[in-house]
């Protein structure tokens, strides 16, 4: 497993259109695009330099909020920290507002 990426597997009832609408509030400085494919379905992915690439998987009964923090630049003790620091962001702030 790749230790800059990580996903975190959460419920909600919200589709793909209204989790785009509520990031894109979220992350105003961030370029979102959608896909959808036969085997992953539905996906949101995050395009903006300088921070953590986001993906959001909209799967049949399970989401998955993915980040690859590999286009940072960071390593040993400063990517820690800071995946650590953003990891508890995503789950105290955007996981709640996503569900």
């Known amino acids: 497993m790749n230790k800059n990426y990580i996903c975190i597997d959460f419920q909600s009832k919200i589709g793909p259109e209204e989790s785009l609408a509520r990031l894109r509030r979220t992350?105003?400085?961030v370029n979102w695009h959608g896909s959808d494919?036969?085997?992953q379905g539905p996906s949101l992915s995050s395009i903006a330099t300088g921070q953590p690439r986001l993906q959001l998987f909209f799967e049949e009964?399970?989401?998955k909020f993915c980040v690859n923090f590999a286009t940072l630049g960071l390593s040993g003790l400063s990517l820690e920290e800071y995946k650590i620091r953003f990891v508890a962001y995503?789950?105290?702030q955007i996981l709640p507002m996503l569900r």
Do not use: A
Request: hydrophobic share 15%; no cysteine.
């Open 37 to 39: 494919s036969d085997t």
């Open 90 to 92: 995503i789950n105290e």
């Open 61 to 63: 009964n399970q989401r």
């Open 27 to 29: 992350f105003p400085d």
